[in-house]
């Protein structure tokens, strides 16, 4: 049932998100993001709380076999689209730089931090 909610609560995650960038509402787009920022952070402390109790989830639907191939492949993926991403938008490539960044932060911990 665990594994049930994780599904459900990535998916709506997901589908906030995705609705927050379209809506024309100020107020459903701050609601929205509200959402979607907050419900990752009390679903991790619950599942937490849970595996404390009853021991480690199953699978879960979506589930990521290896996370550090997972993080490579979008690095290299974002580097060779990078000019397609940003068209060329100096702006766009500041923030696409940021969140190249990150990956290349995430792969060296997962690769090198034990």
Known sequence: MVEDLITRMFEARNGAHLAH??????SKHESLGEF????????DRYVEANMGG???????EGEVEDPI???????VWLTE?????TKGVPALGNILDELTGLHMKTLYKLQNLR
């Not at 979607?36 to 679903?43: K, M, N, P, Q, R």
């Not at 009853?54 to 879960?60: L, Q």
Request: a negative charge.
């Open 69 to 75: 191939q997972m993080v490579h492949d979008d690095l």
């Open 54 to 60: 009853f021991g480690v989830i199953g699978k879960v």
């Open 36 to 43: 979607y920022e907050g419900v990752i952070d009390i679903l």
């Open 81 to 85: 689209n990078r000019e397609k991403i």
């Open 21 to 26: 960038w379209k809506t024309d509402s100020f």
